[in-house]
Each structure stands twice: as C-alpha cells, then as structure tokens.
C-alpha cells in the first residue's frame, strides 16, 4: 500500500506540472507517513546523498561556465562556428550544432547551451530565411551535446553514484558527443538542401583565423579541465575552481567583458542553480532509498534476467526503459533513481561500467528534447515564439539521428571506452 502511494502521488504530481524535485519529496513524505516512519529521516538521506565530495564539482563548473559566458564568450564561440561551418548550404544550422559542441565544453550543461546560444542562433536564423520551428528544434536537439562533453555535470553525477573515475568518464562521453554533433550536422546538411535553406558567402582564411583566436582563450578552458584530470595534478573538485579562477581571469582581463561589479550577482545565479541540482540530488537520493527499501532495484534485475541473460538483449531493453524514462524525468533525477541498479545489471552480463554509464547518459540526454518533460525543447520555444507541435515535429530528424548514435555507442563499446583506455589507463 504504502508502495503504491509513493508511486501514484509521484506521478500525480509530475502530471500536475510539479517541479520534479518537488515530486520525489512530496512522493517520499507520503510513503514515509503511511508507514508510519519518522519524518527527520527525509534530511537525514537528503544529507546523506549531497554529501559527496565529488558533488563540489557542480558549484565549480557551473560558476565557471556563467562567469565565461557573462565574459563574451557566446558571441566568440557563434563567430567561430560561423567561420566554420557557416559558408555551406544550411551552414547557420550547422552552426548551431558546432557551436552547442563548442559552448558544452565550458557550461556542461544543456539548459544552459540552450538559453545562452539560443538567444543568439534562434532569432538569427529566423532573420536569414529559416523557418522558426527549425530554428527552434536544432538549437533544443543539438544542445543535449554539451553535457557529453567534458565538463559534464551528469557524469559528475554518475561519478558520485559509482565510484568511476569522473576523469574517465569525461573521456568516455567525448567521442560520442563528437558522433552526435556529425550526425546531426548531416541531418541539418540533408534538410537543407532539400528545403533550400539560405548558405552564407565564405568569409576567408582571414576570418577563421580571427575567430580562433578570438575564442581560443575560452576553448581552452576545456583543456585546462581535461589536462588537469589527466595529469592528475587536481581532483575534479580542484579543477572546478580552477576554472572559476581561470574564467574570471579571461573574462575581465583578457576579453575585458566581465565586469567586476557583476560577478556577486554571477556567483548568486550559479549558487541557485547548483543549489536547485543538489536539491534534486537530496530528493531523489530520499525517494531511491526508499525503492531500495521495497527491494525494487532487486526485482528490476531479477525481472530483466528471467527473459535473458544475453548482454546485446540486455542493452536493448536498457536503452528501452531510458528512451521511456527520459520522456517524463529530469536527468538527474533518473540516473540518481536508476542508474545504480541498472549498472548493477548490466555488470551482471558482463557489460563494463565505463560503457554502460557512457550510453546511459547519451540516453537520458535525448530525453531532453522529448515531450512531454522535453525541458531543452520548451526552452527553445520560449526563445523562439513558436508552439510546442511544430517544434516536435521539426525536432523528430535530429532525434532519430542522436538514437542511431546511442545504439552505436551502445553495441561498440569502444566508442566509449578506447580512448580513457588510451589516456588513463584500464577502465574500473
């Protein structure tokens, strides 16, 4: 019983339009109360899941990537994707995606690449001929690929739940980032041409070159990130605040943009952002403990390994229940709730915890442009004043394209493990 209105009034208030932290507390309270457990249990495992060093990275990250951003760092990386990429047919599309690749490596996060690049892209290509809904669904579909790119907050998060190196992980989410950005470039490319989307003249040798070194000194925050993990001269946690410094650094006295009367008002809006993340973290920490209680992620595996023990079948009916998961959760919130029995699953058939981490988050990251908590999605058509159906629709092409991604990296383990491997050493 007690069951049974955990789940029902987790869904009931998702359904309602609750913030999905909200949910799992409301959820985890009722449950709590209808079985008569003490309610000081719920800040108890709030703490108790919060309370990993690991976590300090998501501060660090996100105040870095807001003081780079406030310190001109969109408009470089958008001249840099244009100088790029801009000249082919449906090359500001193109665009877009290169610059999602570009702004990942510094926010780690999509809502943010959506908000900052969208901005920008989303009213710029409307200008140049493309239809708003387009406009819309490429800045939403090709922002899921920053956070697949170092540095990332759900691999950080994997990182806390697992034990796997978050140095590693970082590795692992790049070449399939890099596969997502290509795939969908050519899906932009295709659309194109078959649309006869505009094409901007080639603006010279002189241009690109300007435009790298004009955002060369944001593009290698990422490498004083990876480089650091590499070399293991800082921890993640290090390393975060070392880019804070770092961003800060560039922003007011390299691009001189940041000024210093705005960076209180900067660390503010990143301590509301990270507190609303370690929010959902505290949450949703509470209500697996709980699921952990019933026994649920035991009867998760023992369920999956009665209809086969086959690592490729396996994978499938993993991808599956994420695809269906990302649908109706936020990220956080469903790799804090399944990602440890599902690793533990997945580690029963021999699938390695590098791999199975990598496709997971690929997987939770689609989700993100799904309906009906498709937040990237909403995001994007706020930016542009479009409705929802038509952005859906236009989004679809890039959704098959980062799937076919996902079921790439998930049946080639390579992809996701060759170059840690490569750079670190044995995987965990």
Not at 2 to 29: H, M, N, Q, Y
Not at 201 to 209: C, F, N, P, S, V
Not at 345 to 361: E, K, M, Q, Y
Request: charge should be neutral.
């Amino acid at each position: 019983m007690e069951l049974f209105l955990l789940i029902a009034t987790f869904f009931a208030t998702l359904a309602i339009g609750v913030p999905v932290a909200v949910c799992l507390g409301l959820s985890s309270l009722a449950y709590i109360l209808a079985a008569g457990l003490p309610v000081v249990i719920i800040p108890q495992r709030m703490y108790a899941g919060m309370d990993v060093f690991v976590l300090l990275c998501i501060p660090g990250f996100i105040l870095a990537g807001n003081l780079m951003n406030f310190g001109g760092i969109t408009e470089r990386i958008i001249r840099l994707a244009n100088a790029l990429v801009g000249w082919m047919r449906g090359g500001l599309a193109m665009a877009n995606v290169a610059d999602s690749m570009l702004f990942g490596g510094v926010s780690g996060t999509a809502v943010a690449d959506v908000a900052a690049t969208g901005g920008v892209m989303i009213p710029g290509m409307k200008k140049s001929g493309y239809p708003a809904d387009f406009a819309a669904a490429i800045t939403a579909a090709s922002s899921t690929v920053g956070p697949m790119l170092p540095p990332s907050v759900p691999m950080i998060i994997v990182g806390a739940l697992s034990g796997i190196s978050v140095g590693q992980l970082f590795l692992a989410g790049a070449v399939p980032g890099v596969l997502m950005g290509l795939g969908m470039g050519i899906a932009c490319f295709v659309i194109a041409r078959r649309r006869n989307f505009p094409r901007q003249a080639w603006q010279g040798w002189g241009e690109l070159l300007a435009a790298f070194l004009g955002a060369f000194w944001a593009l290698a925050m990422t490498a004083l990130i990876i480089g650091g993990l590499l070399t293991g001269v800082a921890t993640p946690t290090e390393t975060a605040i070392v880019a804070c410094v770092y961003a800060f650094v560039v922003g007011a006295f390299v691009y001189r943009e940041l000024p210093v009367r705005a960076v209180p008002r900067i660390v503010i809006n990143s301590a509301v952002s990270s507190a609303g993340i370690l929010a959902l973290v505290g949450f949703a920490n509470v209500f697996g403990s709980i699921l952990a209680s019933e026994r649920i992620p035991q009867l998760l595996v023992t369920s999956v390994l009665t209809i086969t023990d086959n690592p490729i079948l396996v994978i499938l009916l993993i991808n599956i229940l994420l695809l269906i998961v990302g649908m109706f959760m936020e990220t956080i919130a469903a790799l804090i709730i399944l990602f440890v029995p599902l690793l533990g699953l997945a580690t029963s058939v021999g699938i390695d915890p590098l791999h199975f981490a990598t496709f997971a988050v690929l997987n939770l990251m689609i989700g993100l442009t799904t309906p009906p908590v498709g937040v990237c999605l909403f995001v994007a058509c706020n930016i542009a004043r479009v409705p929802l159906a038509g952005v859906i629709r236009a989004v679809v092409p890039f959704l098959i394209s980062n799937i076919i991604v996902l079921f790439l990296v998930s049946y080639y383990p390579p992809f996701a493990t060759w170059l840690p491997t490569t750079l670190m050493g044995t995987t965990p």
